[in-house]
């Protein structure tokens, strides 16, 4: 099947610094990218649409200078957690849709394994 | 508030046994539903998913799930349960019509003894 792959898988980072993960599509083009955001026995939760080539739609109450998000290519999205505080560690997911076809509506989302961050 | 509830949290079951895993969801119209499965150190893969038609769907390795509008559920099955099978599994729902937004459960972490 299509592999989705994110990195790093796990980061630790101080206060105040920003981290950067990435979300790559490997086998497949996707135009459109998707971010969540998973805490410890809860569920996941819909951060923010990435499309390819404009601007990311996010969420109700994600907060867009914190989370920013870039698509620029149809095989890499990018979520930066800008100064990150301990608050925001959690679980990050992203997905992918093929384009074409095979990615309409009804079409396999293909998800990445998840990225760990711990904000110290 | 539209939501999905997966009442069980975690589950113990036999090799061998059957499972069934709890999924409802609240929602006005029948939504899209799915049943999705997280592994240690892998992304949710997805194991089946419903539309529209026949109720009892097939999905990927030997699960099948039964939707039922009068009670808003999305019932995972598996006849025999295989220690491999130990996972998280996630019920999910769109609720838009066009497979983007979807809203998951809180997950059911199934344990499987030998």
């Known amino acids: 099947g299509a592999v989705v792959s994110q990195h790093p898988s796990w980061v630790i980072c101080k206060s105040g610094t920003s981290v950067k993960i990435e979300c790559r599509s490997l086998?497949?083009?996707?135009?459109?990218m998707f971010w969540y955001r998973q805490f410890p026995k809860q569920s996941l939760m819909l951060m923010a649409t990435s499309n390819e080539g404009s601007k990311a739609t996010y969420e109700q109450g994600v907060e867009k200078d914190k989370f920013l998000i870039n698509h620029a290519s149809l095989t890499l999205s990018t979520l930066t957690v800008t100064s990150a505080h301990p608050e925001d560690s959690s679980f990050y997911i992203c997905?992918?849709?093929?384009?074409?076809?095979?990615?309409?509506?009804?079409?396999?989302?293909?998800f990445g394994e998840g990225s760990r961050l711990t904000v110290l | 508030a539209q939501s999905v509830t997966q009442p069980d949290i975690h589950i113990t079951v036999s090799e061998g046994a059957s499972l069934e895993l709890r999924c409802n969801y609240s929602?006005?119209?029948?939504?899209?539903l799915f049943w999705y499965v997280q592994s240690p150190g892998q992304g949710l893969q997805l194991l089946l998913k419903?539309?529209?038609?026949?109720?009892l769907v097939q999905g990927i390795k030997g699960f099948e799930a039964e939707f039922k509008r009068s009670q808003s559920s999305f019932n995972l099955r598996k006849p025999s349960v295989h220690w491999s099978d130990a996972a998280e599994y996630f019920c999910?729902?769109?609720?838009?019509?066009?497979?983007?937004?979807?809203?998951f459960g809180t997950g059911t972490q199934l344990k499987v003894e030998l």
């Open positions: 929602y006005g119209a029948t939504p899209y």
């Open positions: 419903y539309f529209s038609g026949d109720t």
């Open positions: 086998d497949f083009q996707a135009t459109t």
């Open positions: 997905s992918a849709r093929p384009t074409g076809l095979a990615g309409g509506p009804t079409g396999e989302l293909f």
């Open positions: 999910a729902v769109d609720l838009t019509g066009g497979g983007n937004k979807l809203t």
